[in-house]
């Protein structure tokens, strides 16, 4: 996997707007659902936190402490305005750092999160043995990430849009090639079975694979076995 950061930190400035737009706003609604499942956990870590969208779902979902990683300062930048202006700053923390070195002790953390971050990274196993690390014995780990639908009718359209119409839009402010990446590395990241057993690998045991929206995102949630 190529380094991201530099991609990233070019994408910043619209990396919001350009999500709801891509998904039709359905990418909160993704969001959400992943936040839910860690709902019920007192410290959770984001990993490519970005500008913050899933660390402040989780908040909202009552966690009392939310730390978001990511390697971009602009990201960072932006997402701590973004809690600043909710007051948000007592209940999310926000640090600079990669998902294959983690900056934290061992067993700190209830649960790990990471949305559409995993295929950017540039060991995905590295990164998850690195949230088993970071976990207590039991801890939870929600992966929400972009997948190749299965459904006949409705692949050929999806992989149409994202690898012809997402470089377009993304062409009017300047980021055709930014998005014709994102494109190609969903065709090539591991899917469904082969995800999961990268999970497992890492010492996950893999509790559900939630597909949505007709397969064109995946959340796999699993627990530390030891």
Same mark, same amino acid.
């Given at each position: 996997?190529?380094?991201? /950061?530099?991609?990233?930190?070019?994408?910043?400035?619209? *990396?919001?707007?350009?999500?709801?737009?891509?998904?039709?706003?359905?990418?909160?609604?993704?969001?959400?659902?992943?936040?839910?499942? &860690?709902?019920?956990?007192?410290?959770?870590?984001?990993? %490519?936190?970005?500008?913050?969208?899933?660390?402040?779902?989780? %908040?909202? #979902?009552?966690?009392?402490?939310?730390?978001? !990683?990511?390697?971009?300062?602009?990201?960072? /930048?932006?997402?701590?305005? /973004?809690?600043?202006?909710?007051?948000?700053?007592?209940?999310?923390?926000?640090? #600079?750092?990669?998902?294959?070195? !983690?900056?934290?002790?061992?067993? &700190? =953390?209830?649960? &790990?999160?990471? %949305?559409?971050?995993?295929?950017?990274?540039?060991?995905?196993?590295?990164?998850?043995?690195?949230?088993?690390? &970071?976990? /207590?014995?039991?801890?939870?780990?929600?992966?929400?990430? =972009?997948?190749?639908?299965?459904?006949?009718?409705?692949?050929?359209? *999806?992989?149409?849009?994202?690898?012809?119409?997402?470089? !377009?839009?993304?062409?009017? =402010?300047?980021?055709?090639?930014?998005?014709? *990446?994102?494109?190609?590395?969903? #065709?090539?990241?591991? #899917?469904?079975?082969? =995800?999961?057993?990268?999970?497992?690998?890492?010492?996950?045991?893999? !509790?559900?694979?939630?597909?949505?929206?007709?397969?064109?995102?995946?959340? *796999?949630?699993?627990?530390?076995?030891?």
């Amino acid at each position: 996997m190529p380094e991201t /950061k530099p991609i990233f930190n070019r994408v910043a400035r619209y *990396y919001d707007t350009l999500n709801t737009l891509f998904s039709f706003g359905i990418d909160r609604l993704w969001r959400r659902k992943l936040a839910e499942n &860690v709902s019920s956990s007192t410290l959770v870590l984001d990993i %490519a936190t970005g500008t913050a969208e899933v660390a402040l779902e989780i %908040a909202r #979902q009552k966690v009392p402490h939310v730390i978001g !990683l990511d390697p971009s300062p602009h990201m960072l /930048k932006l997402a701590q305005k /973004k809690i600043n202006s909710l007051r948000l700053g007592n209940r999310i923390t926000l640090i #600079q750092g990669l998902a294959e070195d !983690l900056p934290f002790k061992d067993g &700190v =953390f209830d649960a &790990v999160t990471i %949305a559409f971050g995993i295929r950017n990274t540039i060991d995905p196993l590295e990164a998850l043995c690195e949230m088993k690390r &970071v976990l /207590k014995p039991g801890g939870k780990i929600g992966v929400l990430e =972009f997948a190749v639908p299965q459904k006949p009718f409705f692949s050929p359209i *999806y992989m149409f849009y994202i690898k012809n119409i997402l470089p !377009l839009i993304g062409s009017i =402010f300047g980021r055709r090639e930014e998005y014709r *990446y994102l494109a190609d590395s969903i #065709q090539n990241f591991p #899917q469904r079975e082969s =995800f999961s057993k990268l999970m497992n690998e890492a010492g996950f045991k893999v !509790l559900q694979s939630l597909e949505l929206t007709m397969g064109a995102v995946i959340i *796999y949630i699993g627990i530390k076995e030891k």
